[in-house]
């Protein structure tokens, strides 16, 4: 069988990827349609554009967690894995330095020392005592809810399908019954992945219904949030702050004018990405697993649901 890997492994991986087959690493940026065409196993993203073509695919796995752009246009009868577990740790940490951004009015300090003002904001707000709506309930979602409830805080999870508990959640109930939390919610975090069902959930109507002290955190999927929408909420102070690292389009426009409101903390998308040792381990330990797996004809871990797309 002809494997490839488009994100590099590990020493061990890779003597574990020449058990499947004859092995090559072709990283994503050069690899083409033709190195595709005649594939058997690939470990790791590959232009979308090309899983089509992959008329020989029987096992993808994906290094990131969204699996949409492939769920739908795989061969049926191939495997589809996706990273999910790899990125959560780093996210998760990222959403609580936002939200402490916001809390503690960083932004605001931030813009003093320039101009070598002075001057306290008082109240603030903390983690401790604080509730955290938190929209996705997977690894992200539930990865930020842990770090909460070791700070004292308060977390609500909403997720698609009903359940009666989950581990880091105070309490848990379904998305469609989001707006009955808002009168509750600090913060509301976004950790959605994307599907046509939450395409801007939040919108002029949702926003007009949240607090006016709420933190709004996006860390899933850019098309969750009317950017219009949003603007104008920031903008007339109908919500406190947004923080978001996705967008509607990326990478975010020049001319957008979310880059003008003071109230506002943006990033690049870089809340995940494969930025640091961990992210690296905790993606190495589920293709390590999946390997294992595939070699016995055993279930593997992180198959993605062809109907939802995750």
């Known amino acids: 069988m002809k494997v490839i890997s488009t994100i590099q492994l590990s020493?061990?991986?890779i003597e574990m990827a020449k058990q499947l087959g004859d092995y090559t690493y072709i990283?994503?940026?050069?690899?083409?349609?033709?190195?595709?065409?005649?594939?058997d196993i690939c470990i790791g993203n590959v232009p979308a554009r090309f899983v089509p073509e992959m008329k020989n695919i029987k096992w993808l796995q994906l290094d990131s967690a969204g699996s949409d752009q492939y769920a739908y246009t795989?061969?049926?009868?191939?495997?589809?894995?996706?990273?999910?577990?790899?990125?959560?740790?780093?996210?998760?940490?990222?959403?609580?330095?936002v939200i402490l951004m916001a809390f503690r009015n960083m932004t605001f300090y931030v813009e003093s020392k320039p101009i070598h003002r002075y001057e306290r904001i008082i109240p603030n707000?903390?983690?401790?005592?604080?509730?955290?709506?938190?929209?996705?309930?997977?690894?992200?979602?539930?990865?930020?809810?842990k770090r909460v409830k070791l700070l004292g805080g308060n977390t609500i999870g909403l997720k698609r399908t009903p359940v009666?508990?989950?581990?880091y959640f105070d309490q848990v109930d379904t998305l469609d019954h989001m707006e009955q939390y808002f009168d509750q919610a600090d913060a509301i975090v976004m950790t959605l992945p994307n599907h046509p069902s939450t395409t801007h959930i939040i919108?002029?109507?949702?926003?007009?219904?949240?607090?006016?002290d709420t933190v709004l955190v996006n860390v899933?999927?850019?098309?969750?949030?009317?950017?219009?929408?949003l603007y104008e909420a920031l903008s007339s102070k109908q919500i406190a702050c947004a923080c978001l690292d996705?967008?509607?389009?990326?990478?975010?426009?020049a001319d957008s004018p979310l880059w003008d409101l003071e109230n506002v903390i943006l990033t690049p998308h870089v809340a995940g990405n494969y930025a640091n040792k961990i992210t690296y381990e905790l993606f190495y330990a589920i293709v390590e697993e999946n390997i294992q797996h595939y070699l016995k004809n055993e279930p593997m871990r992180n198959v993605v649901d062809r109907v939802f797309g995750y």
């Open 11 to 13: 020493e061990k991986l």
């Open 27 to 39: 990283p994503v940026k050069n690899i083409t349609v033709e190195d595709v065409q005649d594939v």
């Open 74 to 97: 795989i061969k049926k009868d191939a495997i589809l894995t996706n990273g999910s577990g790899t990125f959560g740790a780093s996210i998760a940490e990222h959403i609580m330095m």
């Open 125 to 145: 707000k903390m983690i401790q005592g604080s509730t955290f709506l938190i929209l996705g309930t997977g690894d992200l979602g539930s990865e930020f809810a």
């Open 164 to 167: 009666d508990s989950l581990a």
């Open 203 to 212: 919108n002029k109507d949702t926003l007009s219904k949240m607090r006016k």
């Open 220 to 229: 899933g999927r850019g098309n969750a949030i009317d950017e219009q929408a």
């Open 246 to 253: 996705v967008y509607e389009q990326e990478p975010l426009t």
